[in-house]
């Protein structure tokens, strides 16, 4: 009989994160047969969001519910199991975890720390964000002021904008009052619930700088140490469950949210001209390639990374991508 702890990185029944942290929990304790027994507890009722990471590691709890690029200041190589600016998105991330070699490397990584970690959400393709400027060219991304994490705002930092870095509680003001001139947050199931649409004038898209974020269960590796085998395959099993189901209720949930955004509150939806995304794809390759020149870690797994996406890409080209377009 296990009692755990399962610390989050969300606020407690947030919709699509935190409820998926639930949903996670409560089949491990279901797929045990109640063996192993875990209470949920919000961002900042043990510790701080941003203190999942070393709550796991040190065993103040068993289990953290987070997503790996808060992580870069541990290693940078961690930001490759969250989200990467045209990177992966979540099919493709899941088959690179699955079958491509990327789980292995998280391992050997997240071992370090004395963490076993497990896929257990995706985000899906996030949205550009919510601007109060519009960005019709590359010069319109100087002096921008943007709440945008991860190599994203590095990226956006190389532009010529400045990327901040603010709470998700804190978005709503932080817009309405001039702060900030544009945030991204995740997608219109998040954004709705946030409100955000009342303090910025254009909803941009496509967010090329989260095309998922990938959600991770991390384990003390000591607590894991302790399940007798039966016990781990539920565990691991119960992560490809939650993996699929959180994927499922966005994509259920942020097609009917666009809709309320677009038809009750007029948002004003608007694409990144395509100079403005190719500008930011030549940067992106520029941040990461600077990093893997003086980071062994994340150059090894961004060569795994690159490899899949690339031979990924050109079968999605003739398939995912040319159905979309023949649809
Ligand atoms: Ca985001």
Redesign the pocket.
Known sequence: QYKWKMITAWPANFPGLGTGANYLAELITEMTGGQIDIRVYGGGEIVPPLEVFDAVANGTAELGHAASYYWKGKTQAAQFFGAVPFGMNAQEMTGWLTYGGGNELWQKIYDRFDIFPMLCGHSGV?MGGWFNREINSVDDLRGLKMRIPGLGGEVLTRAGGTAVSRPGNELFTALQTGDIDAT???GPYNDLAFGLYKAAKYYYYPGWH?PN?AIECLINKDAWATLPDHLKAAVLGAGEAAAANMLAEFTAQNHRALQVLLNEHKVELRRFPDDVLERLRVLTREVMDEIAADDAEFAEVYKSYTEFQRTAMAWHDISEKAYYEAR
């Open positions: 996030q991204e947050w995740v989260e974020a």
